[in-house]
């Protein structure tokens, strides 16, 4: 199988900094991302990450080690609106497909 | 506007009924597929299509089927072999040789009468 293994769910407060860890099969392994999904809607990207290393953009960053088959979600200064799922997904060259994480649910308190 | 079009927001399906959703894309990707969401739960793969006129099963293919005849069409037809048809459904598609990167539909909620 091809699992992608994230925590259920993550809590934390406004203005602090947040990593959401996700761990994959590297067999076959083709590139990582990372999506934000608020409830009823459609998920929208974030970063995408297919060398080992740090990508940053903006309050949030990603980063990858594929050896360990391993991948973080960084997310800075956190705000109430950064309340949602993020899901991690990973490209696998078998098939041709784009395998998703359960997701990680993300609440910000005050 | 660029982008997926999903419809309808909102469907419900009777015992023993087929139901077809409906994906368009106006992005000239070649890849699309079909996702669903169960509450708590990720993004499973139902189909995916890399070209026209040609499919793959997913994980959950079973209750399901598909049609690629057109570039900016893949519909989805949940047929009423598929016991547990409750969920929320995405379509998305991708620019294949361009990192793959998922672009999604506003998704369909089913619901069973």
């Known amino acids: 199988g091809q699992n992608i293994d994230q925590p259920t769910e993550m809590t934390a407060t406004e203005g602090a900094i947040v990593q959401i860890n996700c761990t994959y099969q590297?067999?076959?392994?083709?590139?990582l991302f990372w999506y934000q999904q608020h409830a009823g809607e459609a998920p929208t990207f974030l970063s995408y990450?297919?060398?080992?290393g740090l990508e940053e953009k903006g309050r949030f960053s990603s980063f990858l080690s594929r050896s360990k088959g391993y991948s973080y979600l960084l997310l800075k200064e956190l705000q109430m609106k950064d309340s949602a799922s993020y899901l991690c997904?990973?490209?696998?060259?078998?098939?041709?497909?784009?395998?998703f994480g359960q997701g990680t649910e993300l609440s910000v308190k005050p | 506007d660029g982008g997926i079009t999903q419809s309808p927001k909102y469907l419900f399906r009777k015992e023993g009924q087929n139901v077809t959703l409906s994906c368009e894309q106006n992005?000239?990707?070649?890849?699309m597929y079909w996702y669903r969401q169960d509450p708590g739960q990720g993004l499973r793969l139902i189909y995916y299509?890399?070209?026209?006129?040609?499919?793959q099963k997913g994980d959950i293919a079973e209750g399901y089927s598909v049609s690629r005849e057109k570039k900016e069409s893949f519909p989805l037809t949940v047929t009423s072999a598929q016991k547990n048809p409750t969920a929320f459904y995405l379509c998305?598609?991708?620019?294949?040789?361009?990192?793959?990167?998922?672009?999604f539909g506003s998704g369909t909620q089913l619901s069973v009468l």
């Open positions: 299509s890399q070209i026209v006129n040609d499919f």
């Open positions: 998305a598609a991708s620019d294949r040789g361009k990192n793959e990167k998922l672009f």
């Open positions: 590297t067999s076959g392994f083709n590139g």
């Open positions: 992005l000239n990707h070649d890849a």
């Open positions: 990450n297919v060398l080992d």
């Open positions: 997904a990973v490209f696998y060259n078998q098939g041709g497909k784009l395998i």
